[in-house]
């Protein structure tokens, strides 16, 4: 995974009015925190956060006032309505040390002939891998699955240099038989009529 670069400021200033002005000069409030340091609060270029963050579990790589940091994103916080980011955590990380993060489910292939549809249980998959070689998702195939199988954690291969750290019995994908909605009967429907 590449490593995006951003220039960050530390912020001086706090409260609702002060992240309205950061957001109106189209910068990003943010905090970066980690390994025991004390967090330090920052302004981000929004549109190159924005493109940054379009790819899961971006490795960032920031300059602050001449220092430089190596972070990914914890949790983004983004305006409900018009999807812009409103604020963002950046965990501090060092090369060579394992996080953990989730990583999206891919499938492929087809299912088995027949009325059946696939239901993801879970859209993500938790894993441990080396902060600078974060894998961006899994494939799994599901080809030739029938009602009533299902695919676990521990069933997926994981990328090179990744573990599992979530429980591995838990159902990521399961195959369900679709089901008609069956014609209301007429005498059911004569009764409630009279009433």
Partial sequence: MA?????????????KGAARR?????????????????????????????LALRTANVLIGLEIDGKDALVI?????????????????LLTVKRGEKVNVEIAVH?????????????Y??????????????????????AGLDAGDSILAKDIPLPK???????????????????AEEPAAEGAESESTEA
Avoid at 29 to 40: C, D, M, N, T
Avoid at 73 to 84: D, E, F, M, S, Y
Avoid at 161 to 179: F, I, K
Wanted: overall charge negative; cysteine-free.
């Fill in 107 to 119: 499938v492929e292939g087809e299912l088995a002939p027949g009325g059946n549809l696939l239901e």
């Fill in 161 to 179: 240099g990744s573990v599992l750290a979530g429980d591995e019995d838990a159902v990521v994908l399961q195959v369900v038989s679709a089901q």
């Fill in 22 to 50: 950061t957001r109106r000069a189209n910068l990003v409030p943010g905090v970066v925190y980690g390994h025991g340091a004390e967090p330090v609060h920052i302004n981000l270029p929004g549109h190159e956060l924005l």
């Fill in 3 to 15: 490593e995006i670069k951003l220039d960050a400021t530390v912020r001086t200033e706090f409260g």
């Fill in 73 to 89: 994103p914890k949790a983004v916080q983004r305006n409900a309505i018009k999807g812009n980011i409103e604020h963002v955590d």
């Fill in 121 to 142: 249980v879970q859209n993500t998959l938790l894993v441990e891998a080396e902060a600078t070689h974060i894998p961006e998702s899994v494939t799994v195939s599901i």
